[in-house]
């Protein structure tokens, strides 16, 4: 799948009033959104077993083609929407948590019909498309978790990539946790265009570590956001669910560009450096 967008910033004294605009643009009322976003990166493993000892500028030379066999490994993240009650009580990353008897467990204060957390999904951002474009164009994919332990489903991604140097073994590579954090913002539909008025809110460093994952989350208000400014980014997508078709591509690009034109005067709308959005692991 295909996502096309452009971006803009939103001072925090300004939040309300862009608020209002972006509603009456969409003919709707915002939607609150919060979402919980845990990061995993996999851990780039070599082992050169049948290579001859080399030294000086043979070393360097094999390690560089090795790098090179390796490609490119990414970013993947954990994502699913957190309600209020949450904050400050106990999130399990399981599904599905069934009792002694086989019924269904819900956390205390949530009711039948509000079990105690939405499903994850797993969700991939490749680096954007080169090249001077009007719009950021990047392929996505989302898959529904729809079971079972998230965090340790995560974890235990394996695959193994294409090795092309004769010398250097590539195992099998397994997903780290790096970090989390908590979206919040809100979020409105016009036409075919995704509208998230959002910033990004820092756990407490007692709360961002691969042990505290099935503990509970901190309160609201002890997050504080990333920028100390607490300014708010506007994203403005659409989605393209075949995007090798160039009309397609070409229909969202003019939407975008309808909507920046249309927000001219409010927001400035553009494209960011396709590099602020690398999801690529550093080596």
Not at 108 to 116: E, T, V
Not at 154 to 164: C, D, E, S
Not at 173 to 178: K, L, N, Q
Not at 267 to 279: I, K, Q
């Amino acid at each position: 799948m295909h996502e096309l967008s452009i971006f803009g910033q939103v001072p925090a004294a300004r939040h309300e009033q862009v608020l209002n605009i972006l509603a009456g643009v969409a003919a709707m009322q915002p939607q609150r959104v919060l979402e919980l976003h845990v990061v995993y990166a996999p851990s780039r493993s070599r082992i050169d077993r049948n290579a001859p000892v080399k030294g000086g500028t043979q070393d360097i030379a094999q390690k560089k083609k090795s790098a090179q066999a390796a490609g490119d490994v990414f970013y993947q993240q954990l994502v699913r929407d957190v309600r209020e009650q949450e904050f400050g009580r106990v999130s399990s990353f399981a599904f599905e948590l069934e009792s002694k008897s086989g019924e269904t467990v819900t956390e205390p204060g949530l009711s039948d019909s509000q079990p105690s957390q939405k499903p994850w999904t797993l969700q991939f951002y490749d680096v954007p498309e080169p090249g001077k474009r009007t719009v950021v164009s990047r392929v996505y994919s989302i898959t529904e978790i729809t079971r079972g332990d998230a965090h340790r489903f995560a974890k235990g991604l394996q695959y193994r990539r294409v090795n092309t140097c004769p010398y250097c073994v590539l195992p099998l590579t397994v997903c780290r946790y790096v970090t989390k954090y908590m979206l919040e913002g809100q979020r409105l539909v016009c036409k075919n265009i995704v509208i998230l008025l959002h910033r990004i809110l820092r756990f407490p460093a007692e709360h961002d570590t691969d042990e505290a994952m099935n503990t509970q989350l901190p309160t609201y208000t002890s997050m504080r956001p990333l920028d100390e400014a607490e300014s708010y980014v506007l994203q403005a997508s659409v989605r393209i669910l075949d995007g090798s078709k160039p009309e397609n591509l070409a229909t969202g690009t003019e939407e975008l560009l309808a909507f920046k034109e249309l927000m001219k005067g409010a927001v400035d709308l553009s494209v960011v450096d396709r590099l602020s959005l690398d999801t690529r692991v550093k080596v």
